[in-house]
Every structure is written in C-alpha cells, then in structure tokens.
C-alpha cells in the first residue's frame, strides 16, 4: 500500500470533475443508507464513488483505522461505464490504481 493513499482518491476526485459527473449537492441520506453492493438501487456508480467510496475512505485515513485490502471497484466501473458514450478509461485507470493500492494485488484491466 502506498504511504499515503490520498493521491490516489484526488485522482477519481479528479477524474470524475473532468466528465462533469462531480455533483455540488449530496443525493437524500436516504439513497446513502442503501444496503445493495454500490447502492446500485439508489445511486449511480460515480454517485457512489462521490458520495460513499471516497468520503469513507477518506474518514478512514483520518482516524488512522485500517483500509479495506480486500477491494474490487474496477469491475464494477468497467461495467457501469461499458455502455456510455464518454472516455472513462483515465476514471477507470485511477480506480485501477486504488484497487492495486489497497489490494496488493495487480488488477487485470480490459483496455
């Protein structure tokens, strides 16, 4: 794992603003407090990413507690966007990243 994961984190951050999917405004806790995998029935992937994977992880590295190691994002990503018309391959190349960071394990990517 690297020293300092946050890189990794502001590289989705980043890559989410560059396809204009960053949202100035939270969905309702409602949609937060899913129990699906992804909140797939109440979010959007890059919802998900915005408003639960990156604010957990984050609240994580701020009180010193462990990160997951076993984590597989990538999947999910690759086929959330599979059907979209724009570039997702840098997103899905820094989810790549955070994957292989926490896992420690190299991610077998599509592209």
Same mark, same amino acid.
Not at 49 to 54: E, K, P, S
């Given at each position: 794992m690297p020293a300092d994961p946050r890189?990794?984190?502001l590289g989705i951050e980043r890559e989410l603003q560059a396809l204009?999917?960053? =949202?100035?405004v939270a969905p309702p806790p409602r949609a937060l407090?899913?129990?699906?995998?992804?909140? !797939?029935?109440?979010?959007?992937?890059?919802?998900?990413?915005?408003?639960?994977?990156?604010?957990?992880?984050?609240?994580?590295?701020?009180?010193?507690?462990?990160?997951?190691?076993? !984590?597989?994002?990538?999947?999910?990503a690759v086929e959330s966007f599979r059907s979209l018309p724009e570039d997702t391959r840098a997103l899905e190349d820094a989810i790549a990243l955070l994957d292989e960071?926490?896992?420690?394990?190299?991610? =077998?990517?599509?592209s």
């Amino acid at each position: 794992m690297p020293a300092d994961p946050r890189p990794l984190l502001l590289g989705i951050e980043r890559e989410l603003q560059a396809l204009s999917w960053w =949202e100035p405004v939270a969905p309702p806790p409602r949609a937060l407090a899913s129990t699906q995998p992804f909140c !797939i029935d109440t979010l959007s992937f890059p919802q998900w990413l915005q408003f639960v994977l990156l604010p957990r992880l984050q609240a994580l590295l701020d009180a010193g507690a462990p990160l997951p190691t076993r !984590i597989a994002v990538y999947p999910m990503a690759v086929e959330s966007f599979r059907s979209l018309p724009e570039d997702t391959r840098a997103l899905e190349d820094a989810i790549a990243l955070l994957d292989e960071a926490l896992s420690g394990r190299a991610v =077998e990517r599509t592209s």
